[in-house]
């Protein structure tokens, strides 16, 4: 079966440090990759998605990128975070060709 | 662009009472409709879908969605709702881009007294 994980799942990092959160899939090839952010009150923001290595779509303008180096890996990275970039962040794979998407545990990020 | 509107940002029911969420989605292009759940503590976790075919679905734990062309509407439905039910719902569409971009609403954290 399938799985994803992500990691850190609680990260502190002050201003203007640099992030990088992981994301791995097992049990599937060449899923399509997302990077999602909760806020409260706000629901769920796409902000990157990958349909292959090296293929990156940019959903918002913002303080991040993501990366696919690999088939089953999804990062997503600052080089400076903003105060602004504290959130809950979601990795998830799609299954089929409706959209179904399956979310892993998600990672805390807390800027100061 | 698209959207999805919640309409409850909050709803507090006792153990037994009927629930309905509401959920409005914009028009446009093929409709693939969900409702998201997450438990306190967990990742969150497809309840159910619709796709085509039977606007009535019906999902896990007793939850069910009725799809209303007509009213632009995909409103959660539970009967007789449990306190393991507590959580934060989302309703979501999909839109253009690839197969797994979707618009979600705001979230409704439902409490459930025992």
């Known amino acids: 079966s399938q799985t994803i994980h992500q990691w850190p799942a609680t990260l502190v990092q002050p201003v203007g440090s640099p992030l990088s959160l992981e994301c791995t899939v097992e049990g599937t090839s060449n899923p399509n990759l997302y990077w999602y952010r909760q806020a409260a009150g706000r629901g769920l923001q796409l902000l990157f998605y990958s349909v292959g290595i090296g293929q990156i779509s940019s959903e918002v303008p913002q303080n991040l990128s993501a990366s696919r180096p690999q088939d089953r890996q999804f990062i997503l990275s600052s080089k400076k975070l903003l105060l602004s970039d504290s959130g809950f962040y979601l990795c998830?794979?799609?299954?089929?060709?409706?959209?179904?998407?399956?979310f892993g545990e998600g990672s805390r990020l807390t800027v100061l | 662009a698209q959207s999805v509107s919640q309409h409850n940002h909050h709803v507090i029911l006792s153990e037994a009472a009927s629930l309905e969420l509401g959920c409005n989605y914009s028009y446009g292009g093929t409709v693939n409709l969900f409702w998201y759940v997450q438990y306190p503590g967990q990742h969150l976790q497809l309840l159910l879908k619709y796709f085509s075919g039977d606007p009535l679905v019906k999902g896990i734990k007793g939850f069910e969605a009725e799809f209303i062309k007509s009213k632009f509407s995909f409103n959660l439905r539970k009967p007789s709702v449990q306190w393991s039910d507590t959580a934060e719902y989302f309703c979501a569409r999909n839109y253009g881009g690839s197969q797994g971009n979707l618009i979600f609403g705001k979230g409704t954290k439902l409490s459930v007294k025992p």
């Open positions: 998830a794979w799609a299954s089929g060709s409706n959209g179904e998407l399956f």
